[in-house]
Structure formats: C-alpha cells, structure tokens
C-alpha cells in the first residue's frame, strides 16, 4: 500500500508548476492610467512645441547611434521636461544640446516586408527598414492609428514582441512608456522598431513557460531576493568588473543561477508586489551609493525608468501580460544588478526632506543637471511612483531630494 505514496513528489512538483505559470496569465494588476498627454491635438504653445521637438527628431535623427551602441533619449528628456513644466524655450534648448551627439538615419541593409519582419529582429542595421515598414503599416492597414500597430505586433502571435522590450537595458520598454504617455504616433513607431532590432533571447524566458518553475527558496518581496543576490557567494568573482557586457556571459554561462533568483520571487498580490518592485528600483538607484561619493550607477538607474515604463503600461496593456511584464523587468533587474557587482543596498535616506516636489520639478528643469536625461527621467520616474502608491512616510520624496541634491554625474 505505499507504493502510490512514491508518486506524490512529482505530482506535487506539477501542481506547484501549474500554479506558478499558467496562473500567472490569470493575475492582473489594477492601476488607473497615468495622465495622458495627448500633444498630438492640444492646441498650446507649449504641447506644440513639444510635437515639433518628437517630430523633429523623428525625422533628422536615428534611434540608434554611435557605431549603433547608443540610444536615443531625446525624446525621454523632452517628454520628462515637459511633465516636470518645462516651457517652449526651455523644450528647445533641450533639443539643441541633445541633438549635438545625435546622428542621421543610415539606409538599412534592405526593406522589410510582411513576409519576412521576423527574419531580421536583433539586427540594429535595419532600425530605419523598421520603421519604415511600421509607418507603412500604419497608413496602409490601420488608418493612421498607431495603437492598432502596436497591438497588432506586440500583443499577438506564438512570440509577442512585448515578451523582448528589455533588450537593449529596457529601452524599448522606455520609449513604449514616453509613447502611451504622450500620446504620439512618431514615439509609436520608434518603439515598435526599437524593440524590434533590440530583441535578444532574453525573451525567450517569458515565451516559454518551462523556465518558470520552483526555485530553491520563495518569497513575495524582491528587496529581499536583491540582499540574497548580494549575499550569493556563488556570484562572486564572476567578473573583473562591472559592466552592462557581463549579461550576455551572465546567461551564456550562469542561466540557472539567474533563474533561481528568478523564479524565487512568487507573485501572489501582483499590485501590492508591484508597488514592491517600485520601492525597490528606486533603493538601487538612491540606496547603493555610499555617502559623499556620488557614485550613481548609469546603468542601474534604468532599472528605476523601465519601472516607470511598466506602470504606465499597465493599464493599457492586455491583463495576460501585466505580470509578465512585470516579471520581465524582474529578470532584467536581478540581470543588471549582478552585472553591476551586487553593490550593497543599506544606506537609508534622511525622510522628512523638508523641500517638496516643486522643489524636485525645479531643479529637473533648471538645476544644474537639467541637461541629464537619465537625471530628469529619474526624477520624473520617483514622482510618478509617488503619486500612484501615495506617498504617507515621504519615502519617494526624500529619495527624489536625495538624488537631485546628490547628484554629480553617472559611473559605468
């Protein structure tokens, strides 16, 4: 008679699979939009020139520059800018400086066409062909709606291209985010090409559902599986230095590891665990930098604006993807950490600031780092969480003083 016990183990192990990954599917987190800027229609001088400014650069400068490395943030900086109270002159300075480093559109290698726009994702050779072909789609099949495109190719098929916006450090994530937000077609199809050539097999893990399993360890609290990362000593020494190329070898070479962190974090109250996750990008922007040094890590900090991205798309994306999204960016966080050298996340922030958010927004407009676009999309990014979860204990305010005070440039 106890022989049907031996089964038990595995039976267990299936259940518990099917109740951490089809599930997810089934969760939803329920926010209310942000605000939505729409700049296409508004009627002002200041929404238009930020019109101008997002159609300017759509059409005189690349997505991708700099022996195709660096992305374009421009539109992020005139968009954050913008939200803080920027006027026109001020969006227009914005423009000029950034567009001093920027670079014209390069012809792609061919076009792109129906048939065969998944041949060439991950090549940045063919970001114009991308767009191009997405503009196309545009006029000739959605009636200029730039929503019914993005939901056409993000949200549809065996392998959406929502489940590969963290290539490229979540850039693609980002410009989606400034897109939905501002309301603009140009922004639209920028994302959908970005995300396009930026696709790498990270996406991988969210399209197949056999690398959601049980882990070694559980919990809901992601802070906590940071300070279990930093602890790992199976990490450590993994690398010389820190830096954004150590991801590739991260997974090429420690898959599992990674994914142990991965799936430890159970998400069983998507909102509550979401608001988390919030708290915690922005402890690793703020809470990894040791007094008097000023060290903030350039690559952490998009940790913070992808999560900014994910809140305000949150409630325009399809429920089935909310924790998948969510857990997206949870991938490529435990990625950049450990990339970064699991820098400790233990210095607390004096509360009670005594400056409120005009004081933020002023100096995200004028301050002496103003011209920083990770600078002022980090500062709009705390804001944002600060109002969407409430702000009782001035815990997001204090870190926003902290970071516009502090500040003094970016480390790689």
């Known amino acids: 008679m106890s022989s049907p016990m031996i089964a038990w183990v595995p039976l267990v ?120 072909f997405f503009e196309d789609e545009l006029a000739l099949k959605f009636n200029y709606d730039w929503k019914r495109v993005a939901d056409e190719y993000l949200f549809s098929g065996k392998e959406p291209l929502i489940n590969g916006v963290i290539g490229g450090l979540g850039h693609p994530l980002i410009h989606l985010g400034y897109a939905y937000e501002l309301s603009s077609k140009e922004l639209g199809m920028e994302a959908l090409a970005m995300t396009s050539v930026a696709y790498d097999p990270l996406h991988k893990y969210l399209d197949n559902p056999s690398y959601t399993q049980p882990s070694t360890y559980s919990t809901t609290s992601p802070l906590e599986i940071l300070h279990r990362i930093a602890a790992d000593t199976r990490f450590d020494g993994l690398f010389p230095s820190k830096g954004y190329e150590n991801i590739e070898t991260l997974f090429k070479h420690h898959e599992a590891l990674v994914l142990e962190h991965w799936n430890a974090w159970t998400i069983t109250n998507p909102t509550e665990q979401f608001r988390a996750s919030q708290e915690a990008a922005m402890n690793l922007v703020v809470r990894t930098v040791k007094p008097g040094t000023h060290a903030y890590d350039f690559f952490m900090v998009h940790i913070l604006t992808t999560s900014h991205a994910v809140r305000i798309l949150l409630p325009v994306v399809p429920k089935k993807f909310h924790v998948s999204l969510v ?86």
């Open 13 to 132: 192990h299936r259940i518990h699979r099917y109740w951490t990954t089809t599930n997810y599917a089934a969760l939803s987190i329920d926010l209310p939009s942000v605000e939505i800027h729409d700049v296409e229609t508004a009627p002002e001088k200041r929404p238009r020139t930020l019109k101008h400014l997002i159609k300017a650069n759509h059409v005189n400068h690349s997505v991708i520059y700099h022996h195709l490395q660096f992305h374009n943030h421009m539109a992020h900086h005139l968009g954050s800018a913008y939200l803080f109270g920027a006027d026109a002159s001020q969006l227009q300075k914005i423009y000029d400086e950034d567009s001093k480093e920027l670079e014209e559109w390069k012809d792609s290698p061919a076009e792109v066409t129906d048939s065969d726009w998944r041949d060439f994702l991950g090549d940045k050779r063919y970001q114009r062909a991308y767009v191009d």
């Open 327 to 412: 857990r997206q960016w949870w991938l490529l966080t435990i990625a950049v950490y450990v990339a970064q050298l699991r820098p400790v996340i233990d210095e607390d922030i004096e509360g009670k600031p005594g400056k409120g958010w005009a004081y933020v927004e002023e100096m995200a407009v004028n301050g002496p780092w103003s011209t920083d676009a990770h600078y002022v999309k980090a500062l709009r990014a705390m804001k944002e969480a600060a109002f969407t979860w409430g702000d009782v204990h001035e815990l997001y305010l204090s870190s926003a003083v902290h970071l516009a005070d502090d500040f003094k440039g970016w480390t790689f």
